[in-house]
């Protein structure tokens, strides 16, 4: 069944499922017990750790594991609760995911300021770089959280200026690249602040993930109890799913070099083709730089709820566009966040392909809009 909804979720690809399997056998012990086994086990996981770190960048003693990204924006949100001045502001892209909105808005609720972007939602780097908005002093931006790629629209922000930016202001800097990674090279987005990221959005399992830590942060260890990741994180470290979304990511790597270039024609023929089989169709951010895999629709007519379970029956998963879950009923949040009014929100369809979606797979999810198009009209 031609599955349109990688945003939301990957299958387990085959290499993380056989390193999961295999660690599960040679090296399930925790590896914080003072036995030998798990002392094995740890070495293996600081391997895990180090590879991570020449994957995306920075050393690897910044590199934690947590449960997911989600994980990852409440622990760097919590510390700057705790730790930036108090008349300060925090900066945030008002299209990221609820993971970082929900704890920023509980917890800076009127010291958020949203920052200002284009209408295909890009960050202006500019409106940041001018007016002495970015520093520690009262009224000041002292935190920004800019994601990599965007979750429902693909839309890519200039993570690396806004790093060097808030580097040069000494301001914090969060990065939710969790849709970047295993779709685009994960070389380098570990060199500035904070980074966030998911394994089961590349191919690895459910429930693991990474925060990389930004230079200044180290205030953050021992604040949370416990004595795992250094003193970062109270849990048990997981490494057999460490070990997956390590072997995953390192597979999206190279299929990143060979594969892309004809991903992202085909996500440009479905577009054209889709157009011209349903009138009035319009890509969100059309003229935007956007993931290969990824497109935010809004259909002519008909909220989105009835048109995800008609492509279904018609053997194509798509998504809403609401957060990541494809049953979620509603207007897109991000497709909000960037000017339409909610009854146009409403008729968001998110697609979002993976790395064996083939071109027949996108030729037939036309041919299922068409027919659903015609099915709806009616
Ligand atoms: N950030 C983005 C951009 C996402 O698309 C998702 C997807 O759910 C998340 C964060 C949450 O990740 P996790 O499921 O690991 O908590």
Known sequence: MPYFDHNATTPLAPVARATWLRAQDEAWQNPSSLYRASAQVKIRLEAAREKFAIL???AAERYVFTSGATEGANLVLAHWARTLPADTWIGINPTEHPCVVAPALALFGSRIRWLTVDAAGVVNVEALRHGNQLGNQAGQIAAVVVMA???VTGVLQPWGLIAELCQNAGVAYLCDASQWLGKLPAGGIGGGG???ASAHKFGGPKGVGLLKLAPQSEGLRGQLGGGQERGLRGGTEDFPSIAAMGAALAE????KVFMESERLRWRDDFERELTAAVPGVRVVAADADRLW???????????NTRWVPRLDK?????ATGAACSSGQAGSSAVVSA???DVETARRAVRVSSGWDTTADDWRGLTAAFAAVAEEVRS
Do not use: H
Not at 252 to 255: C, D, F, L
Not at 293 to 303: C, G, Q, S
Not at 314 to 318: E, H, K, L, N
């Open 293 to 303: 895999n990824t497109v935010a629709l809004i259909m002519p007519f008909a909220e």
């Open 194 to 196: 904070f980074v966030i």
């Open 338 to 340: 960037l000017g339409f």
């Open 56 to 58: 995306l960048g920075d």
């Open 149 to 151: 790629a965007n979750n």
């Open 314 to 318: 018609r053997g194509f998963q798509v």
């Open 252 to 255: 999206a790597e190279q299929k």
